[in-house]
């Protein structure tokens, strides 16, 4: 197993190195920013561990850039930081894990096994289907580069189509994902939030994405389409 190690404290990049090494790691060590970032893009590895304040490129900058890249290994962040707003921005910035200084190695060696037990699977910070987009973390989201004014409720309801593109959904599921197992079921909640969705996300586009199944449900296609008579 492969470990990059991004930490610009000479004596705790040594100690991480030393460390790693002895539980059976490779490990690569490197001590700014744009080197994590080049390491990282260019060589494949089971788990990285990210100093937050980074010389070059600090981690949330290192981080964001590697999800763009579409480098999906599981990042442990580290920081001398306590700030719960500096832990939330790192896990938004697309890092796994989160770990305050000083720790014990042992925590460290058990969350990077149960991050890379995990594995590299794709984890957008953005959820993207065709030319719709949305960000759950800023609570926005866009038909090409338009930014859409959703309520609370047609968020949601947005963000689970994009969740599972091209997928029908029943009315049943949607209500207990986007509402709850309490709200009537026999509501036509549903049916009125998808009007609502689609005369904000498609109509104005002059755009067919948001699909009736008739009797069925849901389903947001893969791919828009021109509305009909546009």
């Known amino acids: ?18 460390g790693l090494s002895e539980d059976g790691y490779t490990v690569d ?3 700014d920013g744009t080197d994590a970032i080049w390491q990282a893009t260019e060589h494949s590895y089971d788990a990285i561990v990210l100093d937050l304040m980074l010389p070059g490129a600090d981690g949330f900058e290192v981080c964001r850039r590697l999800r763009e890249a579409d480098r999906w290994a599981p990042v442990l962040m580290l920081t001398a930081r306590t700030d719960v707003a500096d832990r939330v921005r790192g896990l938004d910035a697309g890092a796994d894990d989160y770990l305050a200084k000083p720790f014990s190695f042992s925590e460290l060696t058990a ?4 991050l890379m037990r995990r594995g590299a699977r794709p984890r957008p910070t953005t959820l993207e289907v065709d030319t719709l987009r949305l960000d759950p973390a800023l609570h926005q989201a866009w038909r090409n580069e338009e930014l859409l004014d959703l309520s609370p409720k047609e968020f949601a309801l947005l963000e689970l189509f994009l969740r599972h593109p091209g997928e029908l959904l029943s009315r049943t599921r949607i209500l207990e994902h986007v509402w709850d197992f309490a709200y009537d079921g026999a ?12 005369r904000k996300i498609d109509r104005p586009f002059g755009l067919e994405q948001l699909e009736t199944v008739r009797g069925a449900g849901y389903r947001l296609l893969e791919q828009a389409r021109p509305a009909a008579g546009s």
Do not use: P
């Open 1 to 18: 197993m492969r470990i990059l190690v991004a930490e610009d404290d000479v004596r705790m990049a040594s100690m991480l190195r030393r």
């Open 29 to 31: 060590v490197v001590r």
């Open 111 to 114: 969350r990077l096994r149960a």
């Open 187 to 198: 509501s036509n909640v549903v049916d009125q939030y998808v009007a609502y969705l689609r």
